[in-house]
């Protein structure tokens, strides 16, 4: 009953941008953190970026300073906005979200279907 739903990909342009959304069903954001991952052809699934309850947000590396991720709970929906792509951005991104636990604990992680994006030069 639990599901995730991502939107918003496609194929642009270096330089470009994109954003990505992400739909949840079956349960309502609460206080355990959510997830942007991708994984590129022929590697491992990566982790992108994460945003926590509070609004405190993380990324990789490769991204910082180029993608935001985000978060609307009253609509239930996670956003990836992408700016400044790169051929090396291509991928198909995943959302995932850790569903609350007893106690103060998270888990488990919850996964998207995928939604693919391309960056060509």
């Known amino acids: 009953q639990v599901q995730l739903v991502e939107s918003g990909g496609g194929s642009v342009q270096a330089g470009g941008s994109l954003k990505l959304s992400c739909v949840a069903s079956?349960?309502?954001?609460?206080?355990?953190?959510m997830y942007w991952y991708r994984q590129a052809p022929g590697k491992e699934r990566e982790w992108v970026s994460t945003?926590?309850?509070?609004?405190?947000?993380t990324y990789a590396d490769s991204v910082k300073g180029r993608f935001t991720i985000s978060q609307d709970n009253a609509k239930n929906t996670l956003f990836l906005q992408m700016n400044s792509l790169k051929t090396e951005d291509t991928a198909v991104y995943y959302c995932?979200?850790?569903?609350?636990?007893?106690?103060?604990?998270?888990?488990?992680?919850?996964w998207g279907q995928g939604t693919q994006v391309t960056v060509s030069s």
């Open positions: 945003i926590s309850s509070d609004g405190t947000t």
């Open positions: 995932a979200a850790d569903l609350p636990s007893r106690g103060f604990l998270c888990g488990p992680r919850n």
């Open positions: 079956g349960y309502i954001f609460t206080r355990c953190r």
